[in-house]
């Protein structure tokens, strides 16, 4: 006895150190984990519960199958009921064909195989009780070609902790924050206008913060309207060609950046290019990036004296955004509020904007303008931001995508540092107006 009491003491203290171990290695490197040992035991669980998943879920379809069945035959003296197997046509549920689950950094995708009369949205009305009933985090559903999807599982919410910055890659590119598929996420000024939607503390400046850290080292002219009477871009003035604080301010930057879009297209003409990234990189104008504050108080009116300055501004904006991306003018756009009750302006230019973000907004009203006509999910979860995480937001790109992502922590000390450091790339305003003397 006393020699083998040591080894029924090893076996728990060897239990101790594994189990220990295993949360280690889960702790510090969970990628790791997953890919090693939690993903295989993930995908056996996940193919062997399918069919009650997909039951439960209401995504089975009754079929005809050949099947053996148990009928009663007789009931004997001693009462006990004899049986018999026969092998007929019987309506049975049939589940989705799903391949195998293949691993992602932040959990795992599968592709499904549509039934007779199912569609994508099929998938995403209950793509809540997916993630419940594999108890992940959120399950998200894509389709790529006909009659299949693809289901995006994340096991964990990757928009808690965003905290790496990594470089902007291209021109007009510029990397501001995590998507929550783990990619990262992208604003890309060659593509949309911009329209930011956020309330107070929800995480709108700090966004801007970055796009300015981010284009600060690009060769680009950024324009600021700031109308808090420059409270929010004056900080950042040595990185901004130029700088409006004031609504009559704003009317006569808008009226120069007309005058260039037109003067750049007038060289397009004559150099037969469709915009100006055709014509040859010694001749082609500097891109500005228009970065627009509290936009709805360029529609506000006190007064009726103030209509047409209004409307001035109003058609500018508008022309601005129908007409300036193919010149190298590019509109982002942000507000605390943003409603079709500014007037029919504000409606016109959203729907120029492909590119929308919204963060956690005060009313519902400034989530159905920025995301009401794109998918209604989108505009359930911008409305689901909780107040505490701020910098999350809801994006949706001109490809009709639409993601949870969040923006890295940008300080407007750090934001004013990359402006003081980067203020001699700053091109000359007055140097740039001249464009639009050249004859077309």
């Given at each position: 006895?006393p ?12 239990l101790a ?13 969970h990628?790791?984990f997953?890919?090693?040992l ?5 995908a056996?669980?996940?193919?062997a ?33 004899k049986?018999?197997?026969t092998?007929?046509r019987v309506?049975v549920?049939?589940k ?7 691993p ?5 995708r ?12 099929d ?7 997916l993630?419940h009933s594999?108890?992940?985090?959120a ?13 995006n599982v ?10 790496h ?9 510029v ?5 929550e ?6 604003i890309d ?39 808090k ?9 040595p990185?901004?060609?130029a ?6 301010e ?8 007309i ?7 007038g060289?397009?003409?004559t150099?037969g290019?469709?915009n ?14 228009v ?6 108080e ?7 004296s103030e209509k ?12 601005i ?5 193919a ?12 409603s ?32 009401g ?8 979860s ?12 809801i994006?949706?790109n ?13 300080s407007?000390k750090?934001a ?5 450091t980067?203020?001699h ?6 140097a740039?107006?001249a464009e ?5």
């Amino acid at each position: 006895m006393p020699d083998i009491l040591p080894e029924l003491l090893a076996l728990p203290a060897g239990l101790a150190v594994l189990a220990a171990g295993l949360w280690a290695w889960r702790h510090f490197h969970h990628t790791s984990f997953w890919y090693v040992l939690a993903y295989p035991f993930t995908a056996i669980q996940i193919r062997a519960s399918w069919r009650k998943v997909a039951l439960g879920c209401g995504l089975s379809k009754k079929r005809q199958r050949f099947w053996w069945t148990i009928t009663p035959a007789a009931i004997v003296s001693t009462g006990t009921v004899k049986v018999r197997r026969t092998f007929r046509r019987v309506a049975v549920d049939t589940k989705p064909w799903m391949w195998l689950p293949l691993p992602t950094r932040y959990g795992w995708r599968v592709t499904l195989r549509l039934l007779e009369g199912q569609i994508p949205a099929d998938y995403s009305e209950v793509a809540e009780r997916l993630a419940h009933s594999w108890g992940v985090h959120a399950v998200r559903v894509s389709s790529d070609k006909p009659g299949r999807i693809r289901l995006n599982v994340t096991t964990h919410d990757p928009l808690i902790r965003v905290d790496h910055v990594p470089p902007s890659p291209d021109l007009l590119k510029v990397t501001v924050g995590r998507l929550e598929t783990g990619g990262a996420w992208l604003i890309d000024f060659t593509v949309p206008h911009w329209i930011n939607a956020g309330a107070t503390q929800s995480g709108k400046s700090n966004l801007a913060n970055a796009l300015l850290v981010g284009l600060a080292p690009q060769p680009v002219a950024l324009v600021g309207f700031d109308l808090k009477g420059g409270v929010e871009f004056t900080p950042y003035a040595p990185r901004l060609s130029a700088l409006a604080t004031s609504r009559s301010e704003c009317s006569d930057l808008l009226a120069d950046l007309i005058g260039l879009m037109i003067g750049r297209m007038g060289r397009c003409r004559t150099a037969g290019a469709r915009n100006i990234w055709q014509l040859p990189a010694d001749e082609r104008p500097v891109p500005i990036v228009v970065l627009v504050d509290e936009l709805a108080e360029l529609y506000l009116m006190a007064d009726k004296s103030e209509k047409d300055e209004i409307a001035r501004i109003s058609t500018a904006l508008l022309r601005i955004a129908q007409l300036g991306r193919a010149f190298g003018i590019y509109l982002f756009c942000s507000g605390q509020r943003i409603s079709s009750e500014l007037g029919p302006g504000v409606t016109a230019l959203r729907a120029q904007c492909s590119g929308r973000i919204c963060h956690r907004v005060n009313d519902p009203e400034t989530a159905t303008m920025t995301l009401g006509d794109l998918d209604p999910s989108a505009l359930d979860s911008a409305r689901a931001i909780p107040a505490e995480k701020p910098g999350v937001a809801i994006v949706a790109n001109q490809d009709g995508q639409w993601y949870r992502a969040r923006s890295f922590y940008i300080s407007e000390k750090t934001a004013e540092q990359a402006a003081h450091t980067y203020a001699h790339l700053t091109p000359d305003w007055a140097a740039i107006r001249a464009e639009q003397k050249i004859p077309a």
